[in-house]
């Protein structure tokens, strides 16, 4: 991929991708993604076995998807507006088949920037989060300085320049990413290899530098 990039001038290479071991990306057992071992590591380690949690993955990833799934304490739901095979066809900007209030945690990885209005979706995953319900939120994120969006661009050649990928419509930058999260309402938190302790990125083959962003729907306060 980064012969591809390279070709298509964009000005980044893999290396400056925050969360990306491009080296060490697949697993050769289960065939898991770098950043999909990561939220597996954060659920086990924040999410344990217990109360009945309602779980909503967003654009599912196979090796992830099967775990949640197979956990007796998660009422699992897939959902994705293209992808087959889904529990819910849903799109993420308007989702009357969700309740306000209705789901308790969820994954929403590597969709935004394929969404013209990013806004509009943080929004929806808001609504349907119940009060101090938790989210992660992913994204590619760039070097400081390199958010850059434009839906209305449909050239595919100049969004894998501009984007790094012929589908997406915006790069993002922590900055960026982090104050449109706080702009929709939601509490964020940055966990990174310190919140898991010593070795375990190395274990799981996570980058040192990977960061994962937790989203929390705030309590109402008392009146």
């Known amino acids: 991929m980064g012969a591809t990039l390279a070709g298509y ?9 925050e969360t990306l071991n491009h080296r ?3 697993c050769p057992v289960c065939g898991s993604t770098d950043r999909d071992r990561l939220y597996k590591l954060y659920v086990e380690r924040f999410l344990p076995p217990g109360a009945l949690r309602r779980v909503v993955e967003f654009a599912p990833a196979a090796p992830l998807s099967a775990y949640l799934r197979s956990r ?8 994705d507006l293209m992808m087959p095979g889904v529990d819910d066809v849903v799109d993420i900007t308007d989702m009357p088949n969700y309740q306000n209030d209705s789901v308790d945690f969820f994954i ?11 806004g509009r979706a943080l929004d929806e995953l808001h609504r349907i989060l119940v009060p101090g319900g938790r989210g992660i939120v992913m994204t590619p994120v760039t070097p400081p ?11 595919e050649r100049e969004r894998w320049r501009r984007f790094a990928q012929g589908d997406h419509v915006r790069l993002y930058d922590r900055a960026t990413l982090c104050s449109r999260i706080l702009l929709h ?3 964020i938190i940055a966990l990174d290899s310190r919140t898991f302790g010593p070795g375990v990125f190395a274990r799981h083959a ?12 705030p309590l109402p306060r008392a009146a």
């Open 9 to 17: 001038e964009f000005p980044y290479s893999l290396n400056d991708f």
């Open 145 to 155: 300085g390199s958010f850059d969006e434009d839906p209305a661009v449909s050239d």
């Open 108 to 118: 929403c990885s590597h969709v935004l920037e394929h969404v013209a209005d990013d």
């Open 206 to 217: 996570i980058e040192a530098g990977s960061v994962l962003y937790v989203v929390r729907k």
């Open 185 to 187: 309402q939601f509490e």
């Open 24 to 26: 060490r990306y697949l």
């Open 72 to 79: 007796n304490d998660f009422r699992y739901r897939s959902a």
